[in-house]
Nanobody
Framework: QVHLVESGGGLVQAGGSLRLSCAASGSFFSINDMGWYRQAPGKQRELVAAITSGASTNYADSVKGRFTISRDNAKNTVSLQMNSLKPEDTAVYYC???????????????WGQGTQVTVSS
């Protein structure tokens, strides 16, 4: 099982930057995709950015050009650099990892506890 711990959320003014980090630990065979999702009050959780083990990335249109996702496969970490933040980026951000417990096991999902990002106008 993969355990994810996030860090780096906080309060920032519009136009500012924050960096979120997520570290995976536990017992697993391999980690496939890692990503960041967010959920604002009254809204559904949405994908912000994802990255494969081969470093292919995918971004929500709303964050393209402002956010950058990266990962360190050796350390099992994923980070999200958020620049030019806007009030509409305010949400709880969740780290996600898709992993295999064993070579012939099905892919599983793990979620972090979430970290609050608040952007003031």
């Amino acid at each position: 099982q993969v355990h994810l711990v996030e860090s780096g959320g906080g309060l920032v003014q519009a136009g500012g930057s924050l960096r979120l980090s997520c570290a995976a630990s536990g017992s697993f065979f391999s980690i496939n995709d890692m990503g960041w999702y967010r959920q604002a009050p009254g809204k559904q959780r949405e994908l912000v950015a994802a990255i494969t083990s081969g470093a292919s990335t995918n971004y929500a249109d709303s964050v393209k050009g402002r956010f950058t996702i990266s990962r360190d496969n050796a350390k099992n970490t994923v980070s999200l650099q958020m620049n030019s933040l806007k009030p509409e980026d305010t949400a709880v951000y969740y780290c996600n990892a898709r992993y295999y417990s064993g070579r012939y096991y099905p892919q599983m999902d793990s979620w972090g506890q979430g970290t609050q990002v608040t952007v003031s106008s």
